[in-house]
């Protein structure tokens, strides 16, 4: 018989505490459905069967799922709604590298291809589809995706179809995603998509820093998103805000929007701190980022876009901004030419407006800034202001490269080009209302096993 056990039922257990959005009523241990933590036995159909055993609690207080210390190698398992994934301390999930764990799926609609090569995609590690109340939490317990294979044959072209991500939620309502150390994902590590009300909260996520595509949180076609207290060695973009790829985004129309990140740490030499776009064709607006570092880093918040993506990028807010060792403090482009088709069309050209700068810190930067809008659809209502940038000994006699923008800057060093000409006065905009997802207070859980 199942050993199944209702939360503080007894005080001989060992009780472990964590926040989450939800508590749950019924709790169950990995190991009391015959996973082995030895890193050699694999543990899918365990995982994928504790899983479908519990979803039945979910009308009945939710079920959570603890993960023992040990290494429980699997392929990839699918969540339910109402329930928690919790990693203790000492546990390590371990992705296999046997390719036949990670079963296919479909393309995405508003991607209209695998975003690696034309074929479908694999599952990620983790997966849910149309879920509700949804945790995936964990006192620093980890997620290792094991990808420095992955990473290999995918730079051989080795590939025709998509890598699995680490975790991806799609098309789900009430996701919680925190306090985990997640270790090198075959690509992507965090992938909400077509969701809502989402918290990233307190996770460590490192990859190597010449790893492929290893973006850390990518929001994506998503609304009303937390991402705070993270701290993120990638060897992309840290955060990349995305929305969808050309006709496929722009068709299917959902925007990434109502996004707060807050108190995140990236280590990138080769992207950026914060990405929006380059998929950004169903729309990404309403962007608010504060408090933010980067360190040794290519860039910091970078919009990436091009003629065929449609959409629109506006509405961004960014304030308490310190960078340290970066190749340009400020950059955006407007020929990020990546199309998932030949044919695409030029027709299809994006709006990118309203893109605010403050209070940025910046100490030995090699380029100031690089900003280059579209021939004929310049990005504008750029505004930077109280920002200071010490430059390093590659400096050249140009700091700043402008083409195709407009804007205003005010207490700007070194001085700005004149497409942002100098407005005294000037304080960029950050919006003084909340969010709906911040005032989500998390509850105290707690379960004995």
């Given at each position: 018989m199942l050993s199944l056990r209702v939360a503080e039922c007894s005080l001989r257990s060992k009780k472990l505490a964590y926040q989450a959005i939800n508590c749950r009523k019924h709790t169950a241990v990995l190991t009391d459905f015959g996973a082995v933590g030895d890193g050699k036995t694999l543990n899918t159909k365990v995982f994928n069967a504790a899983i479908r055993n519990l979803s039945r609690y979910a009308l009945?207080?939710?079920?959570?799922?603890?993960?023992?210390?040990?290494?429980?190698?699997?392929?990839s398992f699918n969540l339910t709604s109402h329930?928690?994934?919790?990693?203790?301390?000492?546990?390590?999930?371990?992705?296999?590298?046997?390719?036949s764990q990670w079963p296919p799926l479909p393309v995405l609609p508003s991607y209209g291809r695998g975003r690696d090569a034309p074929g479908g995609r694999l599952s990620a590690l983790i997966f849910g589809t149309n879920l509700t109340d949804v945790v995936i939490t964990g006192n620093n317990g980890t997620i290792d995706g094991q990808g420095a294979t992955w990473w290999k044959k995918y730079l051989a072209k080795e590939y025709n179809v998509t890598r699995p991500y680490l975790i991806e939620l799609m098309y789900s309502n009430q996701i919680q995603i925190s306090d985990l150390t997640l270790l090198d994902s075959p690509s992507w590590f965090v992938h909400p998509i077509y969701s809502s009300n989402i918290i990233v909260k307190g996770l460590?996520?490192?990859a190597s820093i010449y790893s492929a595509n290893t973006d850390g949180v990518d929001p994506d076609s998503c609304s009303n998103v937390r991402i705070e207290d993270c701290y993120i060695v990638s060897g992309d973009d840290c955060i990349a805000v995305k929305s969808g790829w050309d006709q496929y985004g722009y068709k299917l129309g959902i925007p990434t929007q109502h996004l707060i990140i807050r108190r995140v740490t990236c280590i990138s030499p080769f992207s950026a701190l914060i990405a929006l776009g380059s998929e950004m064709s169903g729309g990404i607006q309403d962007v608010r980022a504060e408090d933010i570092t980067a360190i040794d880093t290519e860039s910091a918040v970078r919009v990436k876009t091009a003629v065929g993506r449609g959409g629109y990028v506006k509405d961004i807010y960014v304030r308490r901004m310190t960078l340290k060792n970066m190749k340009y403090a400020f950059w955006m482009a407007g020929n990020y030419n990546q199309h998932p088709d030949p044919n695409f069309d030029l027709k299809a050209i994006p709006e990118i407006n309203g893109?605010?700068?403050?209070?940025?810190?910046?100490?030995?930067?090699t380029f100031a800034g690089r900003l280059d809008g579209i021939t004929g659809d310049p990005f504008t209502g750029i505004c930077i202001s109280n920002v200071t940038m010490t430059m390093n000994l590659k400096e050249n006699k140009l700091p700043w490269n402008c083409t195709d923008i407009a804007g205003v800057t005010s207490k700007v060093t070194p001085k700005p080009c004149a497409s942002l000409p100098e407005k005294l006065g000037v304080n960029c905009a950050f919006p003084t209302d909340r969010l709906p997802i911040e005032d989500v207070q998390l509850k105290t859980c707690s379960s004995a096993r």
């Open positions: 009945d207080g939710g079920a959570q799922l603890i993960v023992p210390p040990g290494r429980w190698l699997t392929g329930f928690t994934l919790f990693i203790e301390k000492g546990a390590v999930i371990l992705g296999t590298q046997d390719e460590t996520i490192i893109i605010n700068y403050r209070d940025v810190v910046a100490t030995n930067v």
